[in-house]
Structure formats: C-alpha cells, structure tokens
C-alpha cells in the first residue's frame, strides 16, 4: 500500500493549545498534501509541501516533510474549537493516483 | 464560481438498482477522481480521469463505470447496487494530476444501498 497513515487516530485537546499530528508514508513522493474534513462535508486542501521543502507555514499550520524518514507533521497552533476536524495527509503515487490515509480526529474543547 | 458539484446529495437505492451519480466542475480542471469513504477510514480511489475520452482505474473499480465525454462533468455509473457499496461518495477536481496541486472536493453523496 502507497498510503499516507495518520498517527493518532484521534486526538483530544483544549482550546488554545497546540495540536500535532503525524504521517507515515511508504515510497519515495513529489509532495504531500494535508487536507481538513468537517463532519459531514467534503475535504478542504490546508497545504502543500513538495519534496524539496523541510518545513512550510501557513497562518497557525506548520507542517515539516523528513524524506529521509518517510513522515510528515502538521502543527496546528493555538487551536481553536472551529479547528474540531478530521485531518489527512494525501500523497501521489504513480503519475495518476492520489491516495489518503485514515485520519487524525482532532476534537478542540473549548 | 460553484467548485465541483455533487448530485445527489442522499440517495437509497434496492439491491441491484442502478443508478448515476453526477460530478460537474466549472473551473476547467483537467483531473477528476471518484473517491468513496466508509466510517472511520480514510479515501478508496474508484476511478479518475485525466482529460475528456480518458479514463483508468483506482483502488476499488469492482461494480462502478465512468466517462468523461466533456471535461466539466464525470459521472460515476453503479451497474448493480450492492450492500457493501453503501458509502459517502466524493468527486474531486484539480488542473493537473494532483502531484502539485491540491484537489478540490465536492460536498459528497450519502449512498445507502437496502
């Protein structure tokens, strides 16, 4: 399997702290994609980061790519309860396919 | 600027019932997918396609037909419904491949098969 996989599976945190979730990936990519699903609605694209790039922002998103160890890490700052979503990471296999992992479910208490 | 638009948003269908599920994007993307999520997974490619008259196939083509006569619309064709293909079904959109740019989703069909 190509598949990015999230880790955790679920996570659960008050407002104004930090969140971190993880990806593993198994071949060599182009770029990784994170993507955010509310419930009950389609995936929204968060950010992109090509394989070339280390580390990349984007407003409370930090998100780091380590090639050399197939993984990748979004940070969400001072999150908030509208943060309240499932997060995947999505990476390009063969010229033509795309494929998502399972998700974190991140769950903001406020 | 609608995005890419998915009909319908529910539907049940009977065992062995066909039907077509409608995916249409206004913003001239090249590359469509069918994807269907089942609870507490992640994305299943089904089919997809790279441009108007070309079409392949994904993770789980068993039971699904597409075609891409124009490139703003992708139909996803069930033959025959099956239980096991009770899922939310999403349509998906970029203007390249998807290897540099992200995908935009539609809202998703909630398919239940009885």
């Known amino acids: 399997s190509q598949q990015g996989e999230e880790d955790p599976q679920a996570l659960s945190i008050q407002e104004g702290e930090n969140a971190t979730m993880n990806c593993s990936y198994k071949?060599?990519?182009?770029?990784l994609q994170w993507y955010r699903q509310n419930s009950g609605r389609g995936l929204v694209h968060l950010i992109l980061?090509?394989?070339?790039?280390r580390e990349k922002h984007s407003g409370r998103l930090r998100v780091t790519l380590d090639t050399s160890k197939k993984s990748s890490s979004l940070l969400i700052t001072a999150s908030r309860a509208a943060d309240t979503a499932s997060y995947f990471c999505?990476?390009?296999?063969?010229?033509?396919?795309?494929?998502f992992g399972s998700g974190t479910k991140l769950n903001v208490k406020p | 600027n609608a995005g890419v638009t998915q009909t319908p948003k529910f539907q049940v269908l009977k065992t062995g019932q066909s039907m077509t599920l409608q995916c249409a994007q206004d913003m001239n993307h090249e590359y469509m997918s069918w994807y269907r999520q089942d609870p507490g997974m992640g994305l299943r490619l089904i089919h997809y396609s790279v441009g108007a008259g070309i079409t392949d196939q994904g993770e789980v083509p068993n039971g699904y037909n597409v075609s891409r006569s124009t490139t703003e619309d992708f139909p996803l064709r069930l033959l025959s419904a099956a239980p096991s293909q009770t899922s939310v079904y999403f349509c998906?959109?970029?203007?390249?491949?998807?290897?540099?740019?992200?995908?935009?989703f539609g809202s998703g069909t909630r398919l239940t098969v009885v």
């Open positions: 980061i090509r394989s070339n790039e």
């Open positions: 998906a959109s970029s203007y390249s491949t998807g290897r540099v740019y992200g995908y935009t």
């Open positions: 071949t060599s990519i182009n770029n």
């Open positions: 999505a990476t390009p296999n063969n010229f033509n396919k795309f494929y």
